[in-house]
DNA sequence: AATGAATGAGCGTTCATTCAT
DNA sequence: GATGAATGAACGCTCATTCAT
């Protein structure tokens, strides 16, 4: 691939998870070519379909998340992504399935595999009651990233929402 | 307002909450009048917005959970809340705000004043922690319905993870 | 049906035949639309796909020929026909099959009997040889009808092509 | 022009006939490059336009047809044609003018020159009647041409429908 | 000369909304 | 009040053509 195209590419996807954040997984693609500054040919030559462009974006912000999750405890991890739930919209509103056609197993998987390995460091800490397993924190994780995303909480919310979360995994 | 017209309210409502709860709010209205079997133009007689109709069915169901919320205890209504997610996908899909522009204050309140209640009595009961506020408990509640919602979670992993939160709620 | 819905699908049929005519099945619906004098969305209305649009002229262009058939012997239709095919060049065009997704089975056959009945009346005054049948009537009208429309033939062109084939079917 | 440009255009024409033959004209230039081997840059530098490359298949495939003219009486001609007209699908489907716009004087005046010396010796053999001229010979070569591309015809169907013709041009 | 990314007009289709009947 | 036909902006997508690399 030339650089300009991977240039390109790379302009598409911000300017994609830029929209998407903004107006939903509804917004054009047209408007995501004009914030790219390209045609809306070269969009559809990036990406043949519209749900191969979210999916695209789904998958970098789920790697990111990834990234993020090693350098971090479960409950550090847990509020970074809640914090970060609004400025990702897309992630929380496509896992929502908005009416799109997007399978992107490995994706969620390897998030998955993340928060998995520091449930278990929060285990063998003692800050995670041993009973708690992996798909319920999935769950509330999942949760409570929609909650904040689309009920516009505060910090304070925020963090007295989660310190129930936090006080049940601790004393389930 | 005639008898027919008001008959007719009813049955839009009626047809509206079933296709919404069906497709999701990107339904046609056009679905909806054949569901109720009037014309298209009956239903924008009634409501002058696809808008207006989606705020006409949330205010419906927010009163039902309303009178549902008197008839249990914090948990009980929070697990109900829940199971039911899914059945009143609408509510869950248009709290989370898919690009309409809906506002409903007072039936809003009305359910927060009857969680409000509810919470008060769990914890003169001693079951929830004296420092758990409205604020965190309804924004708990949001999340999980939207998660349950979306999350396809079976009859276990909502047990699971409801449990989390009600441990948080007793343990604070 | 309304009045002017009658009205205006009879207004779109007729822009259709004329667009199609001139440019060929690729005309734009659009087209169609402005010539009818009506909005994109009452084309649509009334045919939901394109398709069904050129299915719907077709039909009608058969029936006609199916009425004219019987006021004629079968070297008058058939001349008729011919002569017509500019002027319908849709009905060839589409029984060319050009890419449509197009089946009008019944108005197709309805042509075939009375150009069968021709036949036989053909036959039974001795003016078309026994062996003769009518797949391979119907073969030559059809290619002769794509030959004059596409070959652009002047009337003397015309009718010594046809004296050819005529004189095959009396003495074959 | 370089040995590699030759070989290239030589390519893109053998590639663009099987795609055309298979689809049709409305195939794309895209899917023509990509059997071709070359980039889409390169088909369109051997050809300004889409319309140059079909007509320049066309000019080939009619280069051809004058070659085994040369090796064949009028009848045998004929049905040749007729036999190949499906796997030549191009030249029937240009020559009746699907929306493009190609203009072939040259090499259809040769096919018609080969033509019309068959008819010649054919008139000479006693085998055509005197007043059958060319212009209708042609006029019923491209028809059949066309009726045997879009009917589909089984083998049957093309013999009985040619003996009519046969005829016709004997006994005229 | 070849590449292939970029362009953008155009297409078929949908659907919230309006308004003549 | 009810009907349902009409509207037309907007969308996802295609593809002939251009041009920087």
New interface residues.
């Given amino acids: 691939m030339r650089a300009d195209a991977q240039r390109n590419r790379a302009r598409i996807l911000d300017a994609a998870e830029a929209v998407f954040a903004e ?2 997984p ?1 917004a054009s693609t047209e408007e995501v070519a004009r914030r790219a500054g390209v045609a809306i040919g070269t969009v559809f030559r990036h990406f043949p379909t519209k749900d191969d462009l979210l999916a695209a974006i789904m998958k970098r912000l789920l790697t990111q998340l990834v990234e993020e999750a090693g350098q971090r405890d479960l409950f550090a991890f847990f509020t970074l992504m809640v914090a970060q739930a609004a400025a990702k919209k897309t992630v929380a ?1 496509l ?5 799109m056609n997007i399978r992107l197993p490995d994706a969620v998987g390897h998030l998955e595999e993340a928060v998995g390995r520091l449930l278990e460091q929060a285990r063998a800490a003692g800050v995670v009651a041993a009973p ?2 992996l ?2 924190v999935m ?2 994780l ?3 990233c ?6 516009g ?1 505060d910090e304070q ?1 925020q963090a ?2 989660l ?7 601790k ?2």
Same sequence: chains 1, 2, 3, 4.
Avoid: C, K, N
């Fill in positions: 107006f939903g509804r509103d896992l929502a399935g908005s009416g708690v397993r798909a319920e769950a509330l999942a949760s409570v929609q909650g904040a995303l689309h009920g909480w919310l007295r929402t310190a129930v979360i936090f006080a049940g995994l004393r389930y």
